[in-house]
């Protein structure tokens, strides 16, 4: 069996106020809050997933909000860089939508033939947009406080920084079934599956940066998409036979997954598609309530009272931002 992701499942991020990170991606990005769940390894924290509609692998960006937690360092081995598709048209949009609300956004850039806004998030993550016309994936969600036409389609890809770029690039292209599709200077774009948007990493060997941090404002893990669990159990036992690190297959609630390090130093994941974020609300209700795992539920009221309150903005604060806000 050959090793192939399907392209990103989810990303994962650190951030400190859980409603301020609420209030910047529901709000500002107009991505769908998907679920409200726990920190399945420390239930005294959120763990919130905003993704499209309806939460689908490859639109899905998730934070562990630790209130206090300090600030991260970007650095090498680590994911430094978040990218989202939005539609080839809609980047002049998002720049006039996310500069009247504040938000600290560069000019357009391009790199490999794409462009794209950079902006920070409010723990300072760095978030990309780049204009793409086959960001379609993602099915956007029509209660949104984004117009349909300009939403986030799902992840682009994300840049890993390394001090050296061999060990990364071996690791992907001989073990996790990547292949080199573009290179630039010092950056090394790898695709997975048909590639494109959602399938994509970019490799950026920078040796003179320093180490970083995994903290507030940095990317955790980034995680990749296999088919169901039967192929995961496949593929872990081909990265158990090369030597590789990794953990045993772990009931995440909402898919099934298993990690481990490349060699540069990021933490990786592999997902599983099924059985998704309906699992255990109907799509309607998606993010509205906290969930928990059933192995968790008999601690509900322990672990609601340590949770800080969380409101998902509501129309009326949108309307506050002016028209087309
Ligand atoms: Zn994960």
Redesign the pocket.
Same mark, same amino acid.
């Given at each position: 069996m050959s090793i192939e992701p399907l392209g990103i !499942? !989810?990303v $994962?991020a650190i951030a400190t106020d859980p409603q301020r990170n609420v209030d910047f991606y529901y709000a500002t990005l107009g991505l769908r809050l998907v679920k409200r769940t726990v920190n399945f390894d420390a239930p005294d924290t959120y763990h919130l997933y905003y993704g499209d509609e309806a939460g689908r692998p490859g639109t899905l960006l $998730?934070f562990f909000p630790w209130p206090g937690t300090p600030q991260g360092r970007h650095g090498t081995g680590q994911a430094t860089v978040t990218s989202f598709s939005v539609p080839g048209s809609s980047l002049g949009w998002w720049k006039q939508r996310l500069e009247r609300l504040g938000v600290d956004v560069t000019e357009a850039t391009t790199r490999f033939e794409e462009d794209a806004l950079s902006l920070h998030d409010p723990d300072g993550l760095v978030i990309e947009l780049v204009a793409h016309d086959d960001a379609s994936d993602g099915v956007p969600w029509p209660d949104g406080p984004v117009p349909a036409e300009h939403q986030i389609r799902g992840l682009h890809g994300v840049t890993l920084c390394e001090a050296g770029y061999e060990a990364t690039a071996e690791l992907l292209v001989d073990r996790l079934g990547f292949r080199l599709v573009a290179e630039a200077d010092n950056r090394y774009r790898f695709d997975t599956a048909a590639g494109g948007p959602g399938a994509r990493v970019d490799v950026v060997c920078q040796p003179e940066a320093p180490r970083g941090m995994v903290a507030a404002g940095t990317v955790h !893990?980034v @995680?990749w998409r296999a088919p169901d669990v039967d192929t995961e159990a496949g593929w872990r036992g081909e990265l158990v036979g090369s030597g590789l690190d990794v953990t045993p297959i772990i009931d995440?609630q909402y898919f099934e997954?298993i990690y481990f390090r490349e060699p540069g130093g990021v933490l990786l994941?592999i @997902?599983t598609d099924p059985p998704g974020f309906t699992k255990d609300e109907p799509l309607l209700e998606l993010g509205k309530a906290l969930k928990l795992p059933p192995w968790l539920e008999p601690q509900r009221e322990l672990i609601q009272r340590a949770l800080p309150e969380l409101k998902l903005p509501d129309a009326d604060r949108w309307a506050e931002r002016g028209p087309g806000a």
């Open positions: !499942h !989810h $994962t $998730t !893990h @995680a995440r997954s994941e @997902a």
